[in-house]
């Protein structure tokens, strides 16, 4: 008897790299400028208690070829020195486009247990975003909604985020430049 076959584990496809892996689906063109991996730093402030804060940023558009591009985001909260005090947000979500012509839609969730639906526009390398349903586990801060801008000037993805609490008006959160690695 022969022995059992053990299936091979393919490698991942992904790449944020354009020169490399698969072409990109051409339903991609209108966020093609965003595949990359960018860091940086920025500013926020603490919806809830006003605190404002820096932090240092990565962010990577990656790509396997099919019509959407995996979004990853890492961050870590650091001193007045510029040293990291913690960890920050992490997210990891999926960029596509919309049925009409430049609307886009992200789908995205935090390690903190809130999970976001966004549609927007693409433009002329910017991209608008707002959420259309929030989610959240038991133990989540809740928010009622977020908007998104993000836009490209030479090599540096610059973004801003404002967020709104349960009854009220959206407030800014964070804003970060980035430079493409």
């Given at each position: 008897?022969?022995?059992?076959?053990t299936?091979?584990?393919?490698?991942l496809?992904?790449?944020?790299?354009l020169?490399l892996?698969?072409e990109?689906?051409e339903?991609l063109l209108?966020v093609?400028?965003?595949?990359?991996s960018?860091?940086g730093h920025g500013t926020?402030?603490d919806?809830?208690?006003?605190?404002?804060?820096t932090?240092?940023?990565r962010?990577t558009?990656?790509h396997?070829?099919?019509?959407f591009l995996s979004?990853?985001?890492?961050s870590?909260?650091l001193?007045?020195?510029?040293?990291?005090?913690r960890?920050g947000v992490?997210e990891?979500g999926?960029?596509?486009?919309g049925e009409?012509?430049?609307?886009?839609?992200?789908v995205?969730t935090?390690?903190d247990?809130?999970?976001?639906?966004?549609?927007?526009?693409?433009?002329d390398l910017?991209?608008?975003?707002v959420?259309?349903a929030?989610g959240?586990t038991?133990?989540?801060?809740?928010?009622a909604?977020?908007?998104?801008?993000?836009?490209?000037?030479g090599d540096?993805?610059?973004?801003?985020q404002?967020v709104?609490?349960?009854?009220?008006?959206y407030q800014?959160l964070?804003?970060?430049?980035?430079q493409?690695?």
């Amino acid at each position: 008897m022969a022995d059992p076959v053990t299936p091979q584990v393919p490698a991942l496809d992904d790449t944020s790299d354009l020169r490399l892996g698969p072409e990109i689906d051409e339903a991609l063109l209108a966020v093609l400028p965003l595949v990359g991996s960018w860091s940086g730093h920025g500013t926020g402030v603490d919806p809830a208690s006003g605190e404002q804060f820096t932090f240092a940023q990565r962010v990577t558009f990656a790509h396997d070829g099919r019509p959407f591009l995996s979004y990853d985001l890492h961050s870590w909260v650091l001193d007045q020195a510029g040293s990291v005090l913690r960890q920050g947000v992490r997210e990891h979500g999926f960029l596509r486009m919309g049925e009409a012509e430049d609307e886009l839609e992200l789908v995205l969730t935090t390690a903190d247990g809130v999970i976001e639906i966004f549609t927007g526009l693409a433009g002329d390398l910017r991209w608008e975003l707002v959420t259309t349903a929030v989610g959240f586990t038991p133990s989540a801060e809740q928010i009622a909604g977020e908007r998104r801008l993000y836009a490209i000037a030479g090599d540096t993805l610059a973004y801003v985020q404002e967020v709104a609490v349960e009854g009220g008006s959206y407030q800014p959160l964070v804003n970060g430049q980035l430079q493409r690695d």
